[in-house]
């Protein structure tokens, strides 16, 4: 290490008394250079920054030596390269520092060395023109120097500094940090970089300082004092405080499709960060799923969504969130929402007292409170206004600028296009749930084969609504159909596709297709319109055209027989709890979804006695994110064997196990306890093939009426059965058999061996036939065939509300 005066041949510049500030970064470049600098060394300022200072402290084993040493906070005399190229002489000391974004920097001191004894003058000099904040402190943290930068931030002159405290001399809030930080240096003698933010003395505006705490050490190592240089970073720190708050507002506001959340998110980041008080408040309109109005005039009414304040409980809100308030034209949030511009007022500003003035209740607000800087900012999205946001600063005793404002309406932008986003989907979304909701049963239809319980909950993701479906169909003879279905995909177009199919099935099952029959049918029906879409070309945006696949379970319960009939279309098994609680789906080979085309459906049918649970869902019922297929089918079973009160008891038992708070695929459910009807409901009479038999079938029908009290429909009864019953005999084949049977209708049904059915014809005037179908059509609720391998069914039903 050099400590001595420099060797022969090396000059001290004349200029060397001034003392020479630079600031070098992390990369040795150097990023700032003062006066003294270019006195000491020759260089100007515009050829020094952004060069790598090795380039000016030359190279040598003095440099090579001295560096770590001044780098260690030692003071120490190295050799440096003049503009002309000679060597100069100088004392070096190098303080660590950082810049506004917290990268680190070195200030780098220089000065003529001393030749035997310190040169008091240029010590003088150094700290009476330091434009820097650089002070010294003993270890009693008493003041021993200061700088001329150091008096001026702090209006304190360094004669009226020295010897006092730094909790005499440093603001308050500014003085506990960096006073813990001295004294950390002189415990440790490691230095330290603090980010102080304050007012350096009472009236000045907020700063923002890099404060480097040194050690000064004697010749035997110990720390005999603490310099701090401090380094105004306030608009380095702002700017990236700004950049930060408009990170956040793009990654935390808009986290859910739900406008009220993130109105609210808008409040939450904003608060405390550049506000003390905020207020979101939107067009009331949006609200009724109206679309907002390009233009906007006259009083306008706002609903508050959200707001937010560094007070908790937000005391400064005058209204409550989602209550409305008017706003008459003259106000800042209806002219901001008129002109689509933002605002900054202070409190004395006509706009604001004519508000006040308008309203005592707010203006009494903004005194006890002591608002006195508000900024509107409106809450534009593709061209339209959706409301305004209020800041107001009450704490802070800084007021909002300008710069403030253009960040407040870049987060209005953002937060904007959040709250449209949400707004468009959740509109949509209603719309979509409109639709499949009046696409489904309102109700289960009036039966006495079951007693059903149903629930349907569409999914809560972005992908839109699905297309599940379920119904419970009334059949003749007593018998019901329950169908559950799902079409894959979501959205618009997997509802009304669930609406087609569900209408198609009812359609089908009003003609007494078997089950593997009325599939074959409606995966026909899946395919011509998979065929009609493709025809038009692919669905703009899709890009290519897709399939219409869908699943579907169709079974038959017959309460007169005890069996039940079902295929599956690629659905989920139903499950079956027989009358003493053992669970177990059924053995059904499951045939291909709808809209494969080209394969057989399969049909299974089994005994069901009286009292027994059938339960058919969608696959969202037993897959989610916290178990497999596999285990939900597991789950649904064991949770089936437990007993409930009630078959509405069960269902919410069965969604509330299944599935999760936030089910990401729609799910149909559907639970139904099997009844039997008893036999003294049924009458069954085998009819000989001879019109002879015909008078003393319907006097046993008759009979049977009396028994049951039907007196009232003995005249009608006979007619239908006189009809049905010749018609069979004239037209079809052996064996014909008569059923009638007491349900919530009275039902009759006549069966043949021949697969020819009749048909309901307009007879001429002198036609002696034709007109036997037309009576039971008339006389009847309603009537039809049903078609067995066997033969068919011709039945009618009689209403008996009125006996």
């Given at each position: ?522 995966d026909d029906l899946a395919t011509h319109l998979t065929a009609d879409e493709n025809s038009v070309g692919p669905e703009p945006g ?138 003294s409901q049924v009458a069954t009479w085998d009819v000989p093939s001879d019109p002879a038999v015909v008078a003393g079938t319907r ?105």
């Amino acid at each position: 290490m050099h400590a001595d005066p420099p060797p022969d041949g090396m000059g001290v510049a004349p200029d060397a008394v001034v003392p020479a500030t630079a600031v070098v970064d992390a990369r040795g470049i150097v990023a700032g250079w003062s006066a003294g600098a270019e006195g000491l060394l020759g260089y100007p300022y515009q050829e020094v920054v952004g060069r790598p200072a090795t380039g000016l402290l030359g190279s040598g084993e003095d440099v090579e030596q001295g560096l770590p040493a001044a780098l260690a906070g030692r003071s120490v005399v190295v050799s440096l390269r003049h503009r002309a190229g000679r060597r100069v002489a100088a004392r070096l000391r190098v303080y660590p520092s950082c810049d506004g974004e917290g990268n680190a920097q070195y200030l780098v001191l220089a000065a003529a060395p001393e030749q035997s004894h310190p040169d008091t003058a240029t010590t003088e000099e150094a700290f009476a023109q330091c434009h820097l904040p650089v002070m010294l402190f003993d270890p009693a943290l008493r003041a021993l120097r200061a700088s001329a930068g150091a008096a001026r931030e702090l209006g304190i002159s360094e004669e009226r500094m020295q010897g006092r405290r730094i909790t005499d001399i440093l603001p308050p809030h500014a003085c506990r940090r960096v006073e813990d930080g001295m004294r950390r240096v002189f415990a440790t003698g490691d230095p330290e970089q603090l980010l102080v933010r304050g007012r350096a003395r009472p009236g000045a505006g907020e700063r923002i300082w890099s404060v480097a705490v040194s050690p000064i050490r004697s010749a035997s190592g110990r720390v005999r004092q603490v310099q701090l240089a401090a380094l105004d970073v306030a608009e380095q720190y702002l700017a990236r405080e700004r950049l930060t708050l408009l990170n956040d507002v793009s990654t935390q506001v808009g986290s859910t499709l739900d406008v009220t959340r993130t109105a609210q998110e808008m409040a939450d980041v904003t608060v405390g960060r550049l506000a003390d008080f905020v207020t979101v408040d939107l067009l009331d309109s949006l609200f009724r799923g109206e679309e907002p109005s390009a233009t906007v005039t006259g009083t306008v009414t706002l609903r508050r969504v959200a707001h937010q304040s560094v007070l908790p409980g937000a005391p400064e809100a005058v209204i409550r969130q989602g209550e409305v308030d008017h706003y008459p034209q003259s106000t800042p949030p209806a002219r901001c929402l008129a002109t689509g511009r933002p605002s900054l007022h202070r409190t004395i500003d006509e706009a604001i007292r004519s508000w006040q003035n308008a309203d005592p209740e707010r203006a009494g607000v903004v005194r006890s409170f002591g608002i006195h800087s508000v900024m509107v900012i409106p809450l534009s999205a593709r061209g339209i206004t959706l409301g305004v946001a209020v800041l107001v600063r009450h704490r802070r005793q800084d007021p909002f600028d300008e710069d403030d404002l253009l960040l407040a309406q870049e987060i209005g932008a953002r937060a904007a296009v959040a709250v449209d986003n949400a707004r468009r989907y959740t509109l949509e979304r209603t719309t979509a749930l409109t639709l499949q909701r009046s696409l489904l049963p309102r109700r289960i239809a009036d039966q006495n084969a079951v007693e059903a319980a149903y629930r349907y909950l569409p999914a809560r993701t972005r992908a839109g609504l699905g297309g599940d479906w379920f119904d419970v169909i009334p059949l003749s003879g007593a018998r019901v159909a329950l169908v559950v279905g799902d079409v894959v995909g979501h959205g618009l177009r997997a509802s009304a596709t669930m609406g087609r199919l569900r209408t198609a099935v009812r359609t089908l099952a009003d003609v007494d297709l078997p089950p593997d029959e009325l599939l074959v049918h409606l995966d026909d029906l899946a395919t011509h319109l998979t065929a009609d879409e493709n025809s038009v070309g692919p669905e703009p945006g899709r890009g290519i055209s897709t399939c219409l696949i869908a699943t579907c379970l169709y079974l038959v319960y017959d309460p007169v027989a005890g069996r039940c009939t079902a295929a599956t279309a690629g659905h989920p098994p139903p499950a079956c709890v027989t009358p003493d609680g053992t669970a177990d789906y059924v053995d059904i080979r499951p045939g291909p979804p709808l809209g494969v085309g080209g394969l057989p459906f399969e049909t299974v049918e089994w005994e069901l006695p009286a009292g027994s649970l059938l339960t058919l869902y969608t696959d969202g019922l037993i897959e989610g994110p916290q178990h497999d297929p596999g285990s939900g089918l597991t789950l649904l079973r064991q949770c089936l064997e437990r007993p409930a009160a009630s078959l509405d008891a069960l269902c919410d038992d069965l969604i509330h196990t299944l599935l999760p708070d936030q089910p990401q695929d729609d799910v149909a459910l559907l639970v139904a306890r099997t009844r039997a009807l008893d036999m003294s409901q049924v009458a069954t009479w085998d009819v000989p093939s001879d019109p002879a038999v015909v008078a003393g079938t319907r006097a046993q029908v008759l009979e049977r009426l009396a028994e049951w009290g039907l007196h009232d429909l003995g005249f009608t009864v006979e007619l239908v059965v006189s009809e049905l019953v010749t018609n069979a005999i004239r037209y079809g084949q052996p064996p014909i058999r008569l059923r009638v049977i007491r349900d919530a209708s009275l039902i009759c049904e006549v069966s043949d061996g021949s697969s020819t059915a009749p048909h309901l014809r307009r007879a001429r005037a002198f036609d002696e036939g034709g007109r036997g179908l037309l009576l039971v059509a008339q006389l009847t609720q309603r009537w039809g065939t049903r078609h067995r391998t066997d033969g068919k069914t011709i039945w009618a039903e009689l209403d008996i509300t009125g006996e």
